[in-house]
């Protein structure tokens, strides 16, 4: 895919929605430009023109003229797009919709959850104990979700990962960073840390690790 021109996408460093995407990116070795938006300019103009929402991320790519926002929809349009020869996702009935399923799952149960646990934690000026108790106890139920799904399997579908297993690194090492105190609790689920294990073993997973690390190092 050499004669692509750089896709663009619009992020944040702190934000692990748009590393879900980098994710992708690098699975499928695309051409991108990470372009950090500024927080406090999401609301307004410019952005707003190219994600109404604003919220990250958003792509623009001149390959195909799409801009496109929400992860979930970025991720999709990029493997049907771009992953020809469905290196990361899969043709066959039933696989290719329990991947559609699992990102789903990824984008109403675990993003959302994680990102509410880690606001409450961290970010949130009043201490509301009762949210915290919730989102802590929401985050962990997901988690055992997952290590239930992974009873005897190594991927959430079929024999190889796929995007449905790549959608949840961003979220789940973010949420390893803030808690490291529960890291105990959380390698407790033995086939999701397993299953995290493999995925972070990956050359792009480490990749995209080591870009992440430096970004927030240069913008901190």
């Known amino acids: 895919m050499s004669d692509l021109k750089p896709i663009t996408l619009h992020g944040h460093f702190r934000s692990a929605n748009p590393w879900k995407v ?5 699975e499928l070795d695309l051409p991108y430009n990470h372009i950090f938006v500024d ?11 190219i994600n109404p929402n ?12 799409i801009t496109l926002w929400e992860s979930g929809a970025i991720i999709e349009y990029l493997i049907e797009t771009y992953d020809k020869d469905h290196k990361i996702s899969s043709t066959s009935l039933p696989e290719k919709f329990l991947e559609k399923q699992y990102l789903h799952f990824q984008m109403s149960g675990q993003g959302p959850y994680y990102g509410q646990w880690a606001w409450f934690k961290l970010f949130h000026k009043e201490q509301v104990p009762s949210a915290l108790d919730r989102y ?5 139920r997901v988690m055992g979700v997952l290590d239930n799904i992974l009873e005897g399997k190594e991927y959430l579908v079929g024999n190889k990962a796929s ?3 790549l959608s949840f690194i961003a979220w789940e090492s973010t949420i ?9 609790q959380i390698k407790a689920y033995k086939n999701y840390w397993a299953w995290y294990e493999r995925l972070t073993a990956r050359p792009a997973t480490k990749k995209v690790f ?11």
């Open 163 to 165: 995007y449905a297993d």
């Open 54 to 65: 604003g919220r990250l991320p958003a792509i623009e790519d001149p390959n195909t003229g």
């Open 176 to 184: 390893h960073m803030f808690f490291a105190d529960r890291m105990d």
């Open 136 to 140: 802590e106890e929401q985050t962990l």
């Open 39 to 49: 927080m406090s300019t999401v609301k307004q103009e410019p952005y707003t023109k």
């Open 22 to 26: 980098v994710q992708i990116l690098e």
């Open 210 to 220: 080591k870009l992440r690390q430096e970004a927030t190092a240069q913008n901190s």
